[in-house]
């Protein structure tokens, strides 16, 4: 792997990790007093990661990145949702993320 594929991967995690700031600001800005900075972090977070997926697009299959960035993006939220606003962790959820993440992990081994 090449500098610039390390490179695209960092961007594709950024672009991950960004994708868990847009549903964070929805839940935010759901309490009347945060709804416009809950609304502004949905829309810079929708912003940043549609940037950093299309600079990760750059060597990373279109399909590859949809998953990881999505996966990422679902992983993330999901562990927030339960430290932050107390959502379920029951087994089956719990187990259905840890799917998420092994099929994210087999999709970046899997990239050549």
Not at 36 to 43: D, F, N, R, S, T
Request: net charge positive; aromatic share 8%; glycine share 12%.
């Amino acid at each position: 792997m090449n500098r610039g594929d390390c490179m695209d991967w960092l961007f594709l995690f950024v672009a991950g990790l960004c994708e868990i700031g847009w549903p964070l600001g929805l839940k935010i800005s759901q309490i009347s007093a945060n709804r416009l900075p809950g609304i502004a972090l949905a829309v810079a977070a929708m912003a940043a990661s549609g940037l950093f997926i299309w600079l990760a697009q750059k060597t990373i299959p279109m399909g590859t990145a949809y998953a990881v960035w999505t996966g990422i993006g679902a992983a993330g939220t999901f562990v927030v949702g339960v430290l932050v606003f107390r959502d379920s962790a029951d087994v089956m959820r719990v187990l259905s993320v840890v799917l998420i993440v092994a099929g994210v992990v087999g999709l970046k081994l899997a990239h050549r």
